[in-house]
């Protein structure tokens, strides 16, 4: 049975048992996505349907599910940003092969690649448009231009799509191509496994048989030597063979410490491109578009006014429609600019969490070391300012979306390297030194209140 069958039939048991309400805010909005080794994926609109699946109606599926194959169905539930999260199908692990319908589970069959993530669904502004055109280049003709194509930037800004969507054209235009999509977690984890198992031998067939290798947030590899060893080997492999590799960094290699050197320098061999965050005209046409493909219907002055209130990320921004949606068919209204700006207070009601910023740390650190604001953006050296400044920069590395040039720039203009410098500084810091981690965790709960 495959997975469409499976959840067809689940959810029509649960058309005949719960109310009709339930039934369109809750189950109809399901989207399943993947069945393997006796695991059912199954992606939600929005976190508020995750919580409501996990708390009333995972086992109502779990019975239902028995009921219809007589095995022992687990749930799993993803939000769709969240699904290059989700642990892909280890080869080297002992997998039922009689559970797994790889013969129509394009998401499976494909290494792991969201069939979501395309070019065609995604939006191109100021922010990303040389990625997604080097990456479009890539996609045409793999191994030949940019090797490796290097994606980097902050958070949610859509460097795992642009890599998915390569891969995805590759395998619509190279059906017989060998694409691994993994993270460097998994490339780690599936390493580690391979040395306890004594399958290095198929670890190394299965990464460098490959014609196109994405390998997504590299910058995990960041002190985990036998790993970048291992990790060396393959690229150079792959390189060597004119196969496409392609990374995605939240920074620029040499930006990462403990990445060894000659990985940085490699990884320096192709393209790199940096993705910003998007400006307003780009957020209000990346909202449409996912507004129109989810078939929500959003005012033209409600989908800016949404767009004006997000504007970290793209991800965010996505979580804050399907929040409005779920809100408005919780409440069984249409969405209005009203409605959004109740449900967009409530995300930050219960999320906790006022906003962070750079100024508002430079401020608090200032106060708790009482060494001016000025000395914490100037350029003494002794110890009494330097390691608050230091302290000030790795809190607002940590806690807030603002870029490297843009935290140097707050610290009367300083250099990006020397951001990244003092987080290296302290982060090593504070595996030694309680009492700085004390100081450290303090400044986080006040920062946090
Ligand atoms: N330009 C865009 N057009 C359409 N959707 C986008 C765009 N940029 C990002 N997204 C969407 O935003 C979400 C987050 O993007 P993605 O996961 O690719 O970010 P990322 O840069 O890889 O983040 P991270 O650093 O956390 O891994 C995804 O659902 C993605 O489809």
New binding site residues.
């Given amino acids: 049975m495959d997975k469409d069958s499976l959840w067809e039939a689940i959810r029509g048991i649960f058309e005949k048992n719960v109310s009709a309400t339930t039934y369109s805010t809750w189950i109809a909005t399901v989207k399943p996505i993947s069945l393997a080794n006796n695991q059912l994926t199954l992606e939600l609109p929005s976190p508020l349907h995750r919580d409501y699946w996990n708390d009333k109606l995972a086992d109502s599926l779990v019975e239902y599910a028995y009921k219809i194959t007589k095995k022992d169905i687990v749930p799993k539930f993803v939000l769709?940003?969240e699904l290059?999260n989700s642990k892909p199908v280890d080869h080297l692990e002992d997998i039922d092969s009689d559970d797994l319908d790889d013969s129509d589970d394009d998401f499976m069959r494909n290494t792991h690649l969201n069939p979501?993530?395309t070019f065609e669904?995604?939006?191109?502004?100021k922010g990303?448009q040389m990625a997604h055109a080097a990456a479009l280049v890539v996609s045409e003709d793999p191994g030949k231009m940019y090797n490796p194509l290097l994606l980097y930037?902050?958070?949610?800004?859509?460097?795992?799509?642009?890599?998915h969507a390569i891969g995805n054209k590759i395998v619509k235009d190279r059906p017989e191509a060998n694409i691994k999509y993994v993270t460097s977690e998994s490339f780690t984890n599936d390493f580690i496994n391979a040395i306890q198992n004594h399958q290095t031998e198929a670890f190394r067939r299965e990464y460098r048989n490959v014609d196109v290798l994405l390998v997504?947030?590299i910058q995990f590899f960041a002190d985990k030597d036998g790993t970048q060893e291992e990790f060396f080997h393959t690229f150079n492999d792959l390189y060597e063979n004119r196969k496409q590799i392609v990374l995605?960094s939240?920074r620029l290699p040499n930006e990462i410490s403990k990445l060894q050197d000659r990985l940085v320098s490699r990884f320096a061999w192709g393209l790199s491109v940096d993705?910003t965050p998007?400006d307003l005209e780009?957020r209000i046409a990346?909202l449409r578009?996912?507004a129109e493909a989810d078939g929500i219907n959003v005012p033209t002055d409600t989908l800016n006014y949404i767009a004006g209130q997000i504007d970290s990320?793209?991800?965010e921004?996505?979580g804050a429609l399907s929040r409005v949606h779920a809100f408005a068919k919780f409440k069984q209204v249409p969405i209005t600019t009203d409605l959004v700006s109740e449900a967009l207070r409530g995300l930050n009601k219960g999320d906790a969490k006022p906003k962070i910023t750079v100024e508002g740390i430079i401020k608090m650190v200032s106060n708790y070391f009482n060494v001016s604001t000025e000395d914490l953006k100037g350029k003494k050296r002794v110890k009494t300012i330097v390691t608050p400044r230091q302290i000030a920069m790795y809190l607002s590395r940590t806690l807030t979306n603002s870029s490297l040039p843009k935290i140097g720039t707050a610290f009367g203009g300083k250099d990006h390297t020397t951001v990244i410098h003092a987080y290296d500084k302290i982060e090593e810091a504070l595996k030694s030194d309680e009492s700085l981690k004390g100081q450290v965790e303090d400044l986080k709960d006040k920062l946090k209140q």
Avoid at 121 to 125: C, M
Avoid at 153 to 163: A, I, P, Q, R, S
């Fill in positions: 769709e940003g290059r979501n993530y669904t995604f939006v191109i502004g990303n930037g902050g958070v949610g800004l859509g460097k795992t799509h642009l890599m997504d947030d995605t939240d993705i998007p780009t990346i578009a996912k990320n793209v991800r921004l996505e």
